[in-house]
T-cell receptor, first 116, second 114 residues
Framework: GAGVSQSPSNKVTEKGKDVELRCDPISGHTALYWYRQSLGQGLEFLIYFQGNSAPDKSGLPSDRFSAERTGGSVSTLTIQRTQQEDSAVYLC??????????????FGSGTRLTVV | DQQVKQNSPSLSVQEGRISILNCDYTNSMFDYFLWYKKYPAEGPTFLISISSIKDKNEDGRFTVFLNKSAKHLSLHIVPSQPGDSAVYFCAASNSGGGADGLTFGKGTHLIIQP
């Protein structure tokens, strides 16, 4: 597609439920990133995928968070047993490799997650 | 501990004047610095970047200045236009933004007044 696509755009879930967030990167972009932005905060880096390689999961906030990327394209971020502190906007971005100097990343519009 | 700080949550500037957004960092290993602009309900959009080997980079109305000794960078927008009203994020990287991602500040909300 023309841009990074994220779904759903909004998600309200009950505390304790699992949620799955989806990211469709720009075609041909090998690098994919997940960030989250809590209210009044900057963007917090969560995880990075380069092609099909196994990601470094150390940036994920807790073991309730997991992410995968199938076929080097679409990625899903799963949050199990959601807590109220998980409420945030979850942003996905993609890029060619890690060439951020000239192009930066291209971000999607995000998924606004509200845990009630 | 915040490694990238934007100490002004908001800034109001008159249309046509210069907007100066500031950013300080603490990690001397950062070697790329980027500015992103964000409108409500949209993802951040890349604006301009600078490598640590330079002290200035210019792109149209936007100029980024880097003072490595002071660990400070600034974004200048001149002349400011109504469409520049947005939240501006400063970000830094020490790995090309790859495995360690980018470290972002909390943002400055720029308001351009007519």
């Amino acid at each position: 597609g023309a841009g990074v696509s994220q779904s759903p755009s909004n998600k309200v879930t009950e505390k304790g439920k699992d949620v799955e967030l989806r990211c469709d990167p720009i075609s041909g972009h090998t690098a994919l990133y997940w960030y989250r932005q809590s209210l009044g905060q900057g963007l917090e880096f969560l995880i990075y995928f380069q092609g099909n390689s196994a990601p470094d999961k150390s940036g994920l906030p807790s073991d309730r968070f997991s992410a995968e990327r199938t076929g080097g394209s679409v990625s899903t971020l799963t949050i199990q047993r959601t807590q109220q502190e998980d409420s945030a906007v979850y942003l996905c971005a993609s890029s060619y490799g890690t060439a951020t100097l000239n192009y930066g990343y291209t971000f999607g519009s995000g998924t606004r997650l509200t845990v009630v | 501990d915040q490694q990238v700080k934007q100490n002004s949550p908001s800034l109001s500037v008159q249309e046509g004047r210069i907007s100066i957004l500031n950013c300080d960092y603490t990690n001397s290993m950062f070697d790329y610095f980027l500015w992103y602009k964000k409108y409500p309900a949209e993802g951040p959009t890349f604006l301009i970047s600078i490598s640590s080997i330079k002290d200035k980079n210019e792109d149209g109305r936007f100029t980024v200045f880097l003072n490595k000794s002071a660990k400070h960078l600034s974004l200048h927008i001149v002349p400011s236009q109504p469409g520049d009203s947005a939240v501006y994020f400063c970000a830094a990287s020490n790995s090309g933004g790859g495995a360690d991602g980018l470290t972002f500040g909390k943002g400055t909300h720029l308001i351009i007044q007519p």
